[in-house]
């Protein structure tokens, strides 16, 4: 049993609090540490259920900030404050390349360069887990409803066939030579290392 000053917390990129059996209750929360980059990214995103109090509030604040973090607060919707607004982005980045508006490459460039991003729509999908970006999109449409949330049946596509990313090896961008390297990197060092007998005279 724990004590009754203890704070529940979950962590969670974008399901809502209150489809918990938790949040009805005062002392829950949750928040958002961006995906698996939560040690380096310095942002916490906190949400506050309906029955979230003050002091729980209060409290996470407080112990996201010993931690460095800067820490923005998002009510309890669907994606909450950053997936609400990136994972749309990435959805429509899916079908600017699926309906053949530019290749993936002029995409992320356009991206990176014209809205000064430090990585591409695509780029970062792959980085996150094509996955996880599918299963944030049927939450946001399942939550708000709107045909605007749709997944692209490209990301779709991709997912069926186990194409998820960097973790896979391949997603939009293949990534299959880099983990071969970090497998063997031998076969890295071997490409810059002279033969044998190189530097005999």
């Not at 209060?58 to 900030?65: F, I, P, R, V, Y």
């Not at 600017?96 to 695509?122: C, F, Q, R, S």
């Not at 749709?150 to 391949?170: H, N, S």
Request: glycine share 8%; charged share 20%; aromatic share 10%.
């Amino acid at each position: 049993m724990l004590p009754s000053a203890a704070i529940f917390a979950t962590l969670s990129s974008c399901s809502l609090l209150a489809s918990s059996s938790y949040g009805v209750l005062a002392s829950f929360g949750d928040w958002h540490a961006f995906y698996e980059s939560s040690s380096v990214m310095k942002l916490i995103e906190i949400v506050r259920g309906a029955d979230t109090s003050e002091e729980v509030f209060s409290k996470t604040k407080a112990l996201a900030e010993r931690f460095g973090k800067i820490v923005i607060c998002s009510e309890d919707y669907p994606g909450f404050i950053v997936n609400r607004i990136l994972m749309p982005m990435i959805n429509e980045a899916f079908y600017t390349l699926y309906t053949g508006v530019a290749t993936k490459e002029d995409i992320d460039t356009g991206m990176k360069l014209g809205t000064n991003h430090p990585m591409g729509p695509l780029e970062l999908a792959d980085f996150i887990g094509l996955d996880i970006c599918l299963s944030i999109m049927k939450v946001l449409h399942q939550g708000l409803g709107d045909s605007k949330y749709i997944p692209c049946p490209l990301l779709v596509q991709y997912v069926d066939a186990g194409r998820l990313g960097r973790k896979r090896g391949i997603g939009v961008y293949s990534y299959k030579r880099n983990l071969q390297e970090l497998i063997n990197p031998s076969s890295k060092i071997s490409h810059v290392l002279p033969k044998q007998g190189a530097f005999c005279e």
